[in-house]
């Protein structure tokens, strides 16, 4: 266990302008066990905080590696205790934040002392500049209401007073129509966000609810990504009574996709991987369909051996045994690629499926929709 977790966090190679780094310190950005070590190791560091007994704060709530912390000690004691857990570990690094106007920003909320309680309301860096999600923008009209009422839900969370809530509304309302989204669209997604809240509290999930949920994911393309979802789930219905299909939408295009390829180079590589081929018959019209997840040529050189062997499980072999035929390898092709092994399958069956009869293969993966 211990040499794989090292394996999934150490030596980590990333690509950058067509060269290939080795990350040796740390874990990685964007790796999915990074919050799980980090928050692991800090847990682990704040042990030593028990062991202060004078010059400690009253309050230590931390959030991954952000810390909100309450002294009753002078601003040099402050300094001092900063200094000394700087020396827990030689890559621990503390930055010191004080309050400032009786107010200090932790994360997204902004904590200010008045006279003897604390109000919280929202924070807002300096470079904020109001940029949501378009009206205009391609995606679907149920993800901007969404938007809506995840800010307000935010608002209602986060914000300690009535007052300040009012106030936050109504500079929603105006940051709102500032990103082109008209006047009944945020009157009805504001109401939809307050009744979340009321209900939210109240809701209690049905353990109960023998429906199976089923979830596909589907690119974007405007209005005929709706109906195409509609006709799906209404056509489900009827063959699946006891489930629930859901659709969620994805963009088919954007900056990154466009960009980040160009940063960091192309890898060559991956044209020879992870695809679907054919095989032709030199001698007549049938055709071998397969999938692999290694180099084109290195599938192909097994299949070479599986012939000169004669392999028994081998549907090329079977062919030439039956007909006395040759393979054409000089005149192999990829079809199509495919990183994720379901999704491969399937386009190998569909391509298949497509021959009419006249692939060596046979189809893998068959879906029964109507019986």
């Known amino acids: 266990m211990r040499i794989l977790l090292n394996l999934s966090i150490r030596d980590a190679p990333f690509r950058f302008q067509n060269k290939i780094y080795k990350q040796i310190d740390g874990v990685a ?40 912390c309450v002294f009753t000690i002078s601003k040099e004691k402050i300094f001092e205790f900063r200094t000394r857990i700087n020396k827990w570990h030689k890559n621990l690094h503390f930055t010191l934040k004080l309050e400032s106007d009786n107010s200090i ?5 902004l904590v200010t002392q008045e006279q003897d309680k604390l109000t919280t309301s929202l924070y807002r860096k300096p470079t904020h500049a109001g940029l949501y999600m378009l009206w205009d923008s391609s995606q679907n009209r149920r993800y901007k209401l969404s938007l809506i009422k995840t800010l307000v839900i935010r608002i209602y969370r986060i914000c300690s007073s009535k007052e300040i809530v009012t106030q936050e509304l109504h500079l929603l309302r105006t940051t709102l129509t500032n990103n082109g989204y008209p006047p009944h669209i ?41 109906i195409f979802a509609s006709r799906v789930k ?9 489930s629930t299909i859901q659709f969620a939408f994805k963009k088919h295009m954007s900056l990154k996709s466009i960009f980040l390829p160009k940063l960091k180079g192309i890898d060559e590589e991956k ?36 012939i000169q062997k004669l392999s028994s499980d081998s549907k090329l072999v079977e062919h030439i045994l039956k007909y006395k035929h040759e393979i054409d390898f000089s005149n192999t092709q990829t079809l199509a690629f495919e990183s994720d092994w379901r999704k491969r399958v399937i386009k190998e069956s569909i391509l298949t499926s497509r021959t009419l009869g006249k692939s060596m293969n046979e189809t893998k993966h068959n879906i029964q929709v109507i019986s």
Not at 38 to 48: F, S
Not at 234 to 242: G, S, W
């Open 29 to 68: 950005m964007g790796n999915p066990l990074a919050p799980i070590i980090a928050d692991l190791w800090m847990q682990k560091i704040e042990e030593k905080l028990n062991r202060y007994t004078t010059n400690k704060p009253m309050i230590w709530l931390r959030y991954v590696d952000d810390i909100f």
């Open 186 to 226: 945020i009157k009805r997604g504001i109401s939809e966000g307050e009744i979340l809240i009321k209900t939210m509290s109240h809701t209690k999930k049905d353990v109960n609810n023998s429906k199976k949920v089923i979830f596909f994911t589907i690119k974007y393309y405007g209005q005929e990504s709706i």
């Open 271 to 306: 044209k020879k991987k992870n695809l679907v081929y054919s095989i032709p018959c030199m001698n007549c019209d049938k055709v071998y369909i397969g999938e692999t997840s290694r180099m084109k040529e290195t599938r192909m050189k097994e299949h070479k051996t599986n």
């Open 105 to 109: 920003a932790f994360l997204d909320v």
């Open 234 to 242: 209404k056509f489900c219905r009827k063959l699946l009574p006891n």
